[in-house]
């Protein structure tokens, strides 16, 4: 771990967002406002995907990326409310695929409601965002925008698609993440510096920092379902071994196990069996694979702060910073154990 990176332990839960915490609180309330615009038998199910949805991540790098390049002003924050409600469309509809019992501690909405209904609840979310993107006078914004959903979208359908698929790459692995994380991250970082007129390689530079944010904080989560404590983190966890997904550590492993415990794997992959975690934690390059996933979402994260050189210094540049110093905690956690 870098020695910039490093981070109490501690302080690994904690966010750092304190600079714009008014206007995170503006993005709250606009977010509720979005909720009365839906019918009134509608309502209460969206005011609880809101109350469950989220820490806010996306609208907040919308609003340091504006302070950051420019300053904050009231198209950032519709930017952040927008990119947040397509955000959880996208939880809604993962917790269906994954079925996902729990979020933030409380029932998802297919646990509580029943996947059908969940289903239609999250198009609703993707449709008002993508209507709410229109408001804008400009059209590049509402067409990133409407290809960042896309992207997510597409992502999520490949996920599925290769789910217990031996010839899934590294490489593939990389651009599903980028397009079903990746792409939101970006279109926030990138819109917000567009939006504070900045010139076309800073704008270029800044949605390389969301993109590399973003894929980190993937490989982040991935290796968090492996690891991770559902007590600590409060949502349901080993989803993706349930289900058949080749994340980055798995990929690793397949590649540095021996070729006995290689060809077990193989061979329970292949027959779409349930990939047990007592069984994982038992071949020895189990550990090795989750530490060669954590090292390279580290190494993202010190390419995206290469980026941040394009901006002035300010608070929010050093918060934008210390967006990466918290993660890098996160992974420095996951990698004590």
Known sequence: MPKKFKIDPADARRLPFALVDHELEQVESSLRDQVRHFDPGVEPYMSYICDTAGKRIRPALCILMGGASGGVTANHLKLGTILELIHMATLVHDDI??????????????????????????DALFSHALMLSTEFDDLVLSRVIAAASRDVCQGEILQTQRRFDLTLTRQ????????????????????????????????????????????AYQIYDDCLDL?????????????????????????????????TQREILQKRIIQQEELDLTVLAGIAEYQGAISRSLHRAETLLEEAEGCLSLLDDSDYREALGGILTFLAGLLNTLQKG
Do not use: H
């Open 97 to 122: 695929i994954d079925g996902a019992s729990t979020r933030r501690n409380v029932a998802t909405a297919n646990c509580k409601w029943g996947e059908g209904l969940a289903v239609l609840l999250g």
């Open 172 to 215: 593939d692995y990389f651009s599903i993440i980028e397009m079903k994380t990746g792409a939101l991250f970006a279109a926030a970082t990138e819109l917000s510096a567009y939006l504070s007129n900045v010139s076309g390689e800073t704008r270029e530079a800044m949605k390389d920092f969301g993109m590399k944010l973003g894929t």
């Open 227 to 259: 690891i991770g404590s559902e007590e600590q983190f409060g949502k349901t966890l080993r989803t993706d071994l349930e289900k058949g997904k080749l994340t980055l550590p798995m990929l690793y492993l397949l590649e540095d196990a021996g070729a």
